[in-house]
């Protein structure tokens, strides 16, 4: 289940693993990453796989804030 949640976030794609008894094999797929990276739209929804709505909300007023001081300068 790990796994394929931080499958998700990351945006790869795990084709195939094998779990040995001292180590694991995985092999992924990694998609490139958008000209300018991903969106912060795109971003709130890959931390919602980790994080619950409450403090994803709270995640992206921290990044609106701190967007507002930057344009402050």
Same mark, same amino acid.
């Given at each position: 289940? $790990?796994?394929?949640?931080?499958?998700?976030?990351?945006g790869c794609r795990v084709l195939t693993y094998c779990l040995m008894?001292?180590? +694991?094999?995985?092999? $992924?797929?990694?998609?490139?990453v958008p000209e300018g990276g991903i969106s912060d739209a795109l971003l709130m929804e890959r931390l919602?796989? +980790?994080?619950?709505?409450?403090?994803?909300?709270a995640i992206?007023?921290?990044m609106e804030e701190a967007?507002?001081?930057r344009e402050r300068g």
């Open positions: 289940m $790990l796994m394929r949640m931080c499958e998700k976030f990351t008894s001292n180590h +694991f094999h995985i092999l $992924l797929e990694v998609t490139p919602g796989v +980790f994080y619950g709505e409450a403090q994803v909300a992206a007023r921290e967007a507002a001081v």
